[in-house]
């Protein structure tokens, strides 16, 4: 499951060691993620269908996790599309280095998703924050072909939610 997509870059699983580095990232990356504890951010990793490692010269540098439907998984997000899909892969975090942005990392991380997951006909799913707006976010998933299935207004915060279609067999 692993893709090189420059000398530098490789995407790989997670492994045990990787919290340390994968924890500041995600937190630096509020709001559009929320923040978590390791314990809160080791937990979603052992519920994770997958969870993707972009290494970068040999240290982690994004990441980005993604669960099945079924899970025992209580986000309110999560639980939106659960009501209304079946059978989908839910991106609930996409982490870039901010040093790292603009490389094209999103991008290797996503395609060894739909990669690793080509043949189980899952549909893949996400939000984008609208309130705090997330407009690069948006653009991307887009991008990648992702295409708007609802709204909801939180309170808190507002989402755009989107599902791209699955993955054809290599």
Known sequence: MTSEQSSSVRIRPFQPGDLSTLLPLNNSAVPAVNELTAEELLDLVNVALVCLVAEIGGTPGGFLLCIADGADYQSRNYLWLSERLSNFAYTDRICVDETQRGKKIGDALYAELFKHLSETGRCFVCEVNERPPNPG????HKRLGFEEVGKS??????????????????
């Open 137 to 140: 976010s948006l653009r991307f």
């Open 153 to 170: 207004d939180l309170g808190d915060k507002a989402v755009i939610y989107l599902r791209r279609a699955p993955e054809p067999a290599a």
